[in-house]
């Protein structure tokens, strides 16, 4: 403390350095009078250099040359000016940042001595407290000084009775006026402050007594209090050494409130920590156990995880994809073990995040053992992606059959009549576009239906089988055949230029028809004979769609139909033996 001989202002100063409270007393013609340690420590620029006696003047203006940038210091001299206006007349505390704190300034004239000034960290005076207010004028009292300090301070004499409160004390206490407290123990006027609440705490009331009890006995350490609200107080004791004791009482409620706060954020993290520890082995699990296989694959291209499922599905041994092995590595594997043998090279670039190519999300292949693998890539976000691995050979089997029923015959296992209009469908665009022809053949067999009434259902069925048999080994392999329905048939010749091969071609079909072949009907061996009347079409002269074509077709074989009548023979073989 540097002073005049001015009595009041060395405790003073002590006492607000023991509450973090920064001041410096100036006179009436602004010049420097006092200051605390808490001043020098705010501003540290004023360490050594600021006196008695130094005008306001020269203490503004290093305050601004430690914190003016090279643009703002040619106005210095304004701001001093400014600043030592705003000292003399400040009526209300403003908030400033210096030196990385927030300080709440206040001006307080004092009379007859000049003007004190307060600073402390701004972030104190959040809490609820007796707000600092310049002093009304002609109060003069150094003691009334302490009534704008934002905590409670109490004064005890050696017995431990109050000798004086602060307005902010009485505040915290809930006490009409200061003078209450006087001649009461803080332990009467903590038990007085909880008694005029209407639900007072008990437990806080006797948690708060007990500690009193102990604590005001040996003046020492710090310790805090609950009070009514609940807000909550730190207390710190400065005996004076002849038996009289200072009390700060210091409002932490904020402080409590952010440390609840806090606790309460650490239990939910540790909660969540350990949902999310639980989830991660229902997840590890689950992943293990999966039918699927489900590799990750990191940024740089490494294997990070990768489930049992991806060794068996893809025949790996562990070995391969231990220690986080880069994706290359692992297919430089495969491909020594003939995995991708016979693909092209384009067909497995997708495998390798670094190849350049984009990876397609969805790759089917079929295995060099058979299975069909579906390979999914899904890319996370940050790098790499997820791959999963679905063997679906026996999804892909029954697909192929479901879309087999649906465009096939199931007697013969010719093309049905909506499959073979699509064939012809995709034949009239290929013709149309190479400017090629083709021919269609319509099939109607003669007297099919005296078999089926003769000899029964099951041996119609035979002579149907029988006729896509000699039809599909008559027609090319290229070449269209379908069951159209009951005893109809159709072929799409293909690469037929001229009418004439078309006609050939069913006159050698009626021909081998007609030839004689055994079926069993009933028990019975039966010789069967039969007669188909053929329409013929050629592309693109007797239609130039799909049902053009058929329907032409079908008008020639009802001609050739109504114009011969030959029918079919089906009689029984002569018993063995017989020649
Ligand atoms: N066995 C068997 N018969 C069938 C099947 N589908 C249709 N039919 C029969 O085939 C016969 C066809 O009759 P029609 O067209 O009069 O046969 P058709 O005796 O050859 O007479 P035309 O065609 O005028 O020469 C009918 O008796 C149908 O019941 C089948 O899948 N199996």
Redesign the pocket.
């Known amino acids: 403390m540097n002073t005049r001989p001015n009595a009041w202002i060395e405790p003073l100063g002590h006492m607000l350095d023991g509450l973090g409270i920064a001041m410096c007393l100036f006179d009436t013609q602004d010049q420097t009078v006092a200051w605390n340690d808490t001043f020098l420590r705010y501003f540290p620029e004023h360490e050594g250099h600021v006196f008695v006696g130094e005008h306001y003047r020269h203490n503004l203006r290093r305050f601004y040359l430690s914190r003016l940038g090279a643009e703002e210091m040619a106005h210095i001299d304004e701001y001093i000016e400014a600043g030592i206006a705003r000292h003399r007349h400040q009526a209300q505390p403003y908030v400033f940042t210096h030196s990385g704190r927030e300080l709440l300034v206040s001006s307080l004239p004092i009379d007859g001595v000049g003007r004190l000034r307060l600073w402390r960290l701004h972030q104190d005076v959040q809490q609820e407290q007796a707000p600092i207010m310049p002093l009304p004028a002609g109060s003069g009292s150094p003691l009334s000084l302490l009534d704008r300090v934002p905590n409670g301070l109490m004064l005890c004499d050696a017995t431990g009775r109050i000798t004086w409160v602060n307005a902010a004390f009485a505040h915290m206490y809930r006490l009409r006026d200061p003078q209450a407290a006087v001649g009461a123990t803080l332990a009467q006027v903590f038990h007085a402050a909880w008694s005029r609440v209407n639900a007072p705490d008990a437990d806080a009331c006797t948690q708060g007594l007990q500690t009193l009890g102990e604590m005001l006995r040996f003046t020492g350490a710090p310790f805090e209090l609950t009070l009514p609200g609940p807000r909550y107080c730190r207390v710190v004791a400065r005996p004076d050494g002849a038996g009289a004791c200072l009390y700060a009482h210091l409002d932490i409620t904020e402080l409590k409130r952010q440390q609840a706060l806090l606790a309460r954020a650490e239990a939910a993290a540790r909660a969540s920590a350990a949902l999310l520890e639980r989830e991660s082995a229902i997840l590890q699990t689950t992943l293990q156990t999966m039918d699927q296989g489900v590799a990750m694959v990191n940024a740089e291209g490494r294997v990070e995880f990768c489930n049992q499922r991806v060794f068996t599905l893809l025949d790996l041994p562990p070995e391969v994809l231990q220690n986080r092995p880069h994706v290359e590595d692992v297919i430089r594997y495969q491909r020594a073990q003939g995995e991708f043998d016979g693909l092209p090279p384009e067909a497995i670039a997708h495998f390798q995040p670094a190849g350049g190519a984009p990876i397609p999300p969805l790759v089917v292949r079929r295995r060099p053992n058979g299975r069909i693998l579906e390979i999914r890539s899904l890319p996370v976000q940050g790098g790499g992606m997820l791959r999963t691995f679905t063997d679906v050979t026996e999804r892909h089997a029954h697909q192929q059959h479901m879309e087999y029923l649906a465009s096939h015959d199931g ?1 013969t296992g010719l093309l049905n009549r909506s499959k073979f209009m699509e064939c012809m469908g995709a034949e009239v665009a290929l013709a149309r576009r190479m400017q090629s022809r083709f021919a269609v053949l319509y099939l ?10 003769t000899h ?9 089988v029988h006729v896509a048999r000699t039809l599909r080994h008559v027609a090319r392999a290229s070449d269209f055949v379908a069951r159209l ?4 048939f159709a072929v799409l010749l293909r690469g037929i230029d001229r009418r004439e091969q078309a006609l050939a071609l069913a006159q050698r079909l009626s021909g081998v028809l007609a030839q004689p072949w055994q079926i069993q009907a009933q028990e019975q061996a039966l010789l069967v004979c039969i ?1 188909a ?1 053929i329409g013929l079409a050629m592309y693109p002269e007797h239609g130039e769609d799909p049902e053009a074509l058929l329907a032409s077709a079908d008008r020639a074989m009802y001609l050739s ?1 109504t114009g011969q ?1 030959a ?2 023979l089906a009689r029984p073989l002569p018993p063995r033996g017989t020649p």
Do not use: M, T
């Not at 067999?445 to 009434?453: S, W």
């Not at 029964?456 to 149907?464: F, K, S, T, W, Y």
């Not at 329905?485 to 109809?488: F, L, R, V």
């Open positions: 007697l109607d067999l003669d007297g099919f239906k005296p078999i089926n009434d029964g259902h099951a041996a119609g069925d035979q002579v149907l329905g009951g005893d109809e007669g009347s139909k009548r029918g079919s």
